[in-house]
């Protein structure tokens, strides 16, 4: 994987959209069986059942698919994991679990797949658990989700009448049944442990790693759990190949990408296109910052994701290049916000909702998100101190790597960057706001000139 | 990362806490659970189990099934969940006091839940939110976020809340109503929607099936779907969603051509050992 193997010979770059997963969207009832099948729907799972599950795992090895849902683990190396063979581990039942529980701030790419296509998912799950070696699939997806729920049942309901799922599938011998199960409200249930112990029946909380779910997961047997974009890419993967998946992307970040754009831009909305588009080329694509106004801060995967600023225009969205740059690629949930938004006030929205979801399992998180709280209610309503920056990133310093999962690291992202790109706007408006040494005067001060 | 077997904190089936206390009923015997839980109500949760290698991964499902009986968690909810489950109602409690969806006091006949993270709030959901706790309020009070405008169960009641990122960012700023999306909202657009739920009609959301009531939907969410094959139907395709893929047609972009035949899978790894 270190040189460029590429055979075919061809360096043409792809078109700007790449549409693959979106590209039924568009059709009559897009969401029927009807349509799926009448689009080659359900092919690729012959195909697959026709091979060895080692072979499928292979090719997604080769295809260099990456976990879609924010951390970008390498899809075929995490279905490799899971033990396989007639003794120890390898000897209990295995799972596929799909994480639907889309809800990291400003991500809206699994919903509409969901609503669209969800019979992609479905072929996905049958190809992905027969790999795996599955028979229960569950697909865990956010209460709030509804239609979603509605119709992947709906897909559930339609694919077990045509024999894709249920007993002997297509006569291959191999049988796998789904449940599509509702979530109930509950942020760190994306977390992929704290979704299995949710869907044991327990409080959403996650789990200390190690073990991890590859070997302990779902009932403490061997568990693969994979996003949902993740598991609908794996048809096309089966029915192109991995030559063709690479066509799109770059080496190391294959494959398109639905980028979410959203916020103060012309057109935004759902652009399907090749890992490693830049903000500059989307927003072309869209039409543009709203009105003109120029663009001030933006996540490039969701809340999550360390700010950037105008100067990140040209920093290719793959996993690499968002890293490289400070920040995450996240889900590619791309939150444009232009020179009208405080950074401070968006910074204590986000914190607010860190704050709200923290499980309360881990101290520095639950405690560590309370105070940043406290502090940035404080300063936005008019209270600030100008000891406030540094006791945010100490209070930061100590959540980061500290934390039980990726939530604690996550609450700190947006203030670590705002405070590392807009100190300056922090400080003004500590500076504008009358001098309290403590916040109940403020009241005073107010009544006072009034 | 082989270690040995399980994660007993975490994994274990049985319940190794204290034994609960059972007090003696003053009244006769009787049933414990309410008669508000009918056969109906437990024939659906056995299904619900059913549906599962182990059971107590029916507990979520059958939360929401509590919901869809009495419009909330009840602790005669609790208890009907723990005794099914065979787990204490503490253990039943602790699951129910987690999750937001989850309501521990009755609702209204509709739940309107107004985004207000960061990007729906700077496009205009903190105004929504204020605009409708002032409008479903009384003259001195605004309504608080979960408490309900008009008698908890009865037609045109809402139960009002903020809410965290509903995963329609595209189309911010988002309302839902009994988790039906309405898009694209404004001040005066969702003023107009709580209205019009006040007097008792039912606007068709932006996205999803027609709306129906909260208990109506937490059935649904606990999997029992009046006709399932109708109310998949519906709107939900929103202009937002297909901006990319419409925009390919117009401008003629595509995927790069997949091979006509489906190309063959590598072979097999080498046996090892």
């Known amino acids: 994987m270190t040189e460029n193997t590429d055979t075919t010979g061809t360096e043409s770059r792809p078109d700007p959209l790449t549409p693959v997963l979106t590209r039924r969207w568009q059709l009559d009832r897009s969401w029927s069986i009807d349509t799926y099948e009448r689009t080659d729907g359900y092919t690729a799972l012959r195909t697959a059942l026709a091979a060895h599950p080692d072979q499928l795992i ?13 951390a970008g683990f390498p899809t075929g190396m995490k279905w490799s994991f899971i033990p396989q063979g007639p003794t120890g581990a390898g000897a209990k039942p295995k799972y596929l679990v799909i994480n639907a529980d889309e809800g990291e701030p400003g991500t809206c790419k699994d919903i509409p797949t969901m609503m669209a296509d969800p019979h992609s998912l479905i072929e996905g799950c049958v190809i992905t658990s027969y790999a795996i070696r599955a028979n229960f699939c569950a697909i865990y997806v956010r209460g709030e989700a509804l239609h979603c729920i509605r119709r992947l049942r709906r897909a559930v309901e339609e694919a077990y009448a045509k024999g894709y799922l249920g007993r002997d599938i297509l006569g291959s011998g191999f049988d796998l049944d789904i449940v599509v199960h509702a979530g109930a409200g509950a942020y760190i249930c994306g977390e992929e442990t704290a979704l299995l112990d949710s869907l044991e029946g327990r409080r959403g909380q996650p789990r200390l790693k190690p073990p991890f779910p590859a070997t302990s997961g779902l009932y403490a047997s061997p568990t693969v759990v994979n996003n949902v974009e993740t598991i609908a890419s794996v048809p096309d993967i089966v029915a192109g190949g991995s030559a063709w998946f690479r066509t799109m992307g770059t080496e190391r970040s294959p494959g398109p990408k639905i980028y979410s754009l959203s916020g103060h831009v012309e057109r935004p909305g759902q652009y399907e296109a090749p890992l490693g588009t830049t903000l500059r080329e989307l927003l072309e694509l869209a039409g543009g910052m709203k009105d003109g106004i120029p663009l001030k801060f933006w996540t490039p995967g969701g809340s999550s994701t360390p700010l950037f600023t105008a100067e990140h225009l040209d920093v290719p969205l793959d996993f690499e290049g968002a890293a490289a740059a400070g920040s995450m690629l996240g889900t590619t949930a791309v939150q444009i ?111 006072a000139s009034a | 990362m082989t270690l040995p077997e399980g994660n007993p904190e975490m994994n274990s089936r049985e319940v190794t806490g204290p034994v609960e206390v059972t007090w003696t009923p003053v009244a006769a015997d009787g049933p414990i659970v309410s008669p508000s839980y009918d056969e109906v109500t437990r024939q659906r949760a056995k299904e619900i189990i059913a549906r599962y290698p182990q059971s107590r991964s029916a507990l979520l499902p059958m939360l929401h099934l509590v919901q869809s009986v009495e419009g909330h968690v009840s602790q005669e909810g609790i208890r009907f969940c723990a005794e099914l489950l065979d787990l204490t109602t503490a253990e039943v409690s602790a699951v129910a006091t987690f999750y937001t969806m989850y309501k521990r006091t009755p609702c209204g006949e509709h739940l309107v839940s107004v985004c207000t993270n960061t990007l729906c709030a700077a496009l205009g959901g903190d105004d929504i939110y204020a605009r409708l706790q002032a409008r479903l309020g009384t003259e001195d009070r605004p309504l608080g976020h979960e408490e309900t405008a008009g008698e908890p169960g009865t037609p045109g009641s809402i139960t009002l809340e903020h809410a965290e990122c509903l995963a329609a960012c595209d189309l911010a700023p988002v309302i839902q109503v009994n988790y039906e999306y309405f898009d694209n909202q404004t001040v005066e657009s969702a003023e107009e929607l709580v209205d019009a739920l006040r007097r008792g009609e039912k606007p068709h959301p932006t996205r999803g099936a027609p709306l129906t009531d909260l208990r109506t939907v937490e059935l649904e969410l606990a999997g029992f779907h009046p006709d399932l094959a109708a ?29 006509a035949e489906h190309p063959a899978l590598p072979p097999l790894p080498e046996k090892k050992s």
């Open chain 1, 58 to 70: 292979n090719l997604v090895k080769d295809s260099g698919l990456r976990g879609r849902g924010g």
């Open chain 1, 337 to 447: 916000f232009n020179e009208t938004v405080s950074v401070p006030w968006a910074v204590m929205k986000w914190t607010e909702f860190y704050k709200h979801e923290s499980c309360g399992k881990c101290t520095p998180c639950r405690e560590g998100t309370y105070w940043l709280v406290q502090i940035l209610e404080r300063m936005v309503h008019g209270e600030g101190t100008p000891e406030d920056v540094d006791t945010m990133l100490d209070i930061c310093d100590n959540i980061l790597g500290r934390s039980f999962c990726a939530l604690g690291d996550g609450a700190t992202s947006p203030i670590t960057s705002a405070i590392k790109y807009f100190r300056q706007e922090f400080l003004d408006l500590i500076a504008a706001q009358p001098a309290v040494a403590r916040p109940e005067q403020l009241a005073d001060l107010t009544g």
């Open chain 2, 231 to 259: 109310v998949a139907e519906g709107p939900s395709i929103a202009p937002e969603t297909v901006r990319g893929a419409a925009l390919a047609d117009e401008r003629g972009w595509q995927a790069p051509a997949r091979p």
